[in-house]
């Protein structure tokens, strides 16, 4: 035996792994195998021809043209010695040659006589059978025959290779298959988190922010008992921030995000936010700067939400780890200039967010816009998810663009971002008029009754006390079915209905009441504490007129009822009106400032300082109510304040309070 039959059957047991892979053995007759056989027989001139697969203890006969037998032993079978050979292997005359003589084949009544065989060999080296002509009289194979032999040898194991691959396509369509089904199993299961977490967390929030709305509004608080309540306000805001941040999150992993666009004002966006953080970046000594380049273009079409998320993230995040310096803000673009004035046309937002804070160790910067994880700092400080800039660079992305930080401690960090944008006229954007509070019903309309529908008696308290001191009719329901019978009865002008709730929820009962002619007179406003976006075309598609998110402001309660109802309010605006005891906000000279610092000075001093903190709070009832106290003695000074209080003239008020108040 040569060192290559040696080899062979050193490698057996690999060769029968080899063979088992195909799944061949024991398999029905087939067309194809079949054909090549028959194929063989005609150009080799031979009765008989064989796809013949060599088993651990046998010779099993995948196809046979000319030959009833199935199988036989392996020992002593001429094809077992042929796969040990890389040649075509072949006996001229098995009744004279050794390597046959005790072949059943040969010297039973087959008479068999004459063998050649081309090996079945694998991409991969291993022989598993052969392609075997036999015929029952001696002769010999030239050399055309063999390369014949060889090469429908060749097709057999290209068969048998294609027969694999569609298997193993099928058993990876099988699996894809199953796994498209484990993650379709795993969105629904995340979704239902969400929906879940949302309700059970937003809810006691709507109570929490709404019961605090409603105590403000009252005029016999006193100002320790309303700066306690505004507390409870921020913290209950900052409670719901971190549950959206959790829910955003959620919402993004499920793959349950979309964009919201719409045209908006990016100046008034720059704006708003310098506005919001100017005051915290005050209280800390820092210098907040905001500037854009004048090629930036103003009226954008993009999810303005979203955009300012990213944007309040990042200067969360940089006046919280910085102590002193200041928070840098550019706003830029590098495309064509002369081509931003196309309408719609895609351009590329470039933002910086620069603070001279902490900084981020090199180490964490590759880690840190993963989710729950925070820099060194972040963990020392004890406060946030860890989800904020997780969530910033998925809204980046989602908005067509790519967010970058770089770092040196101890000297500050630079986030940069860019998004994409397209260019619209200012004629394209929606103004919005300032809001004011409502504080009764327009004399001359209808008694209006509105039915409350929610299984949670502090929700029902929450808008029962909101509304019925503006003169409504109330009536409530804990479920569906109830609302129904209260509807079919009392025809309500409009229903607050809540969607989730025990024995009928919202949807069924919504259906219900639009399914009929009266239900069509009825507005059905949806409350739902749900975070999902998609929750507002749902209930749009059973029937409500339309939607409102919990934690809700009274503002949207009041507004959604003007829209769909007409209702009309009496609102509490202060007066604006320029008159001789008013100094204007817009008109304001250095000498104005100077005269105005000198009778503020002489204010009680405990005024003062409520004022400056009410205003470091952005708490505007809680201002206006100070302006109040000091109109009593000083008209001139109060209205001015006033003035600037409503123009958002928040910088000169502190400007103005900050010597006096210390």
């Not at 006996?91 to 039973?108: E, F, M, Q, W, Y």
């Not at 196309?342 to 967010?353: A, K, L, M």
């Amino acid at each position: 035996m040569d060192s290559n039959q040696q080899l062979t059957f050193e490698q057996e047991s690999e060769r029968l792994k080899a063979l088992r892979r195909y799944e061949i053995l024991d398999t029905p007759p087939d067309g194809a195998f079949d054909s090549i056989t028959s194929i063989a027989t005609r150009l080799l001139k031979v009765p008989i021809a064989i796809v013949s697969l060599v088993d651990s203890d046998r010779i099993w006969f995948k196809s046979r043209h000319g030959l009833d037998v199935k199988e036989i032993e392996r020992t002593p079978g001429l094809c077992a010695s042929a796969i040990l050979s890389k040649e075509v292997y072949i006996i001229t005359d098995a009744s004279k040659d050794i390597r046959s003589l005790t072949n059943p084949l040969v010297v039973g009544e087959l008479g068999l006589r004459f063998y050649a065989a081309a090996p079945l060999q694998t991409h991969d080296g291993y022989n598993l059978g052969t392609l075997c002509v036999i015929d029952k009289q001696p002769r010999t194979l030239c050399e055309e025959e063999k390369s014949i032999l060889t090469d429908l040898a060749a097709v057999v194991i290209n068969e048998m290779e294609l027969r694999l691959a569609a298997r193993k396509v099928a058993q990876l369509n099988a699996e894809l298959a199953q796994a498209k089904e484990a993650a379709e199993a795993a969105n629904k299961a995340k979704s239902a988190f969400i929906a879940n977490m949302s309700h059970e967390l937003r809810s006691p929030l709507n109570a929490i922010l709404g019961f605090s709305q409603l105590v403000l509004r009252s005029k016999n608080l006193c100002a320790e008992d309303k700066g306690n309540v505004s507390m409870i306000m921020r913290s209950g805001e900052h409670l719901l921030s971190l549950i959206n941040q959790v829910l955003d999150f959620s919402k993004v992993e499920a793959g349950r995000i979309t964009l919201n666009e719409k045209n908006f004002d990016l100046y008034h966006l720059l704006d708003e936010l310098e506005d919001m953080f100017q005051l915290k970046a005050i209280d800390k000594g820092l210098e907040l700067v905001m500037t854009h380049t004048s090629l930036v273009p103003r009226y954008l079409h993009t999810d303005e939400i979203k955009l300012r998320q990213i944007l309040i993230n990042l200067l969360t995040n940089a006046i919280k780890f910085t102590s002193s310096g200041k928070i840098t803000v550019r706003v830029l673009t590098i495309d064509n200039p002369l081509a931003s004035i196309e309408e719609s046309r895609q351009q590329r937002i470039y933002f910086e967010v620069e603070d001279t804070g902490v900084g981020i160790a090199e180490n964490e910067l590759n880690t840190i816009f993963e989710a729950f994880v925070q820099s060194k700092t972040g963990r020392e400080s004890q406060e946030g998810t860890g989800l904020g800039l997780a969530i910033t660079r998925k809204f980046v992305q989602l908005m067509g663009g790519e967010i970058s930080v770089s770092s040196q401690v101890g000297c500050g960090t630079t986030f940069r971002f860019y998004i994409q944008a397209s260019i619209v006229h200012a004629m394209d954007i929606v103004s919005q008029s300032p809001t004011h509070t409502v504080v009764a019903l327009e004399p001359n309309q209808l008694s209006y009754r509105i039915l409350i529908v929610d299984d949670k008696s502090t929700n029902r308290q929450l808008l029962y006390k909101l509304l019925k001191p503006l003169g409504f009719e109330l009536q409530e329901a804990s479920h569906g079915k109830e609302a129904i019978e209260i509807w079919e009865t009392w025809e309500p002008h409009c229903i607050f209905m809540d969607m989730r709730m025990p024995v009928m929820d919202g949807y069924q009962a919504t259906q219900q009441i639009k399914s009929t002619l009266k239900g069509q007179a009825t507005a059905i406003i949806a409350l739902t504490a749900s975070a999902l976006e998609e929750e507002k075309a749902v209930v749009l598609s059973v029937g409500c007129d339309d939607f409102i998110r919990k934690p809700f402001q009274d503002k949207d309660l009041f507004a959604i009822m003007q829209k769909h109802i007409g209702v009309r309010y009496v609102y509490d605006v202060p007066s604006t009106k320029p008159h001789s005891t008013t100094i204007q906000a817009g008109a304001l000279t250095q000498a104005d400032v100077e005269k105005l610092t000198q009778r503020i000075a002489a204010l009680p001093l405990d005024i003062v300082a409520n004022l400056y903190q009410a205003t470091i709070n952005l708490d505007l009832d809680e201002m206006l109510t100070l302006v109040a106290q000091i109109r009593e003695s000083d008209d001139l000074t109060a209205n001015t304040l006033a003035d600037l209080a409503n123009n958002f003239q928040y910088q000169r008020i502190l400007t103005l309070t900050q010597p006096i108040a210390g």
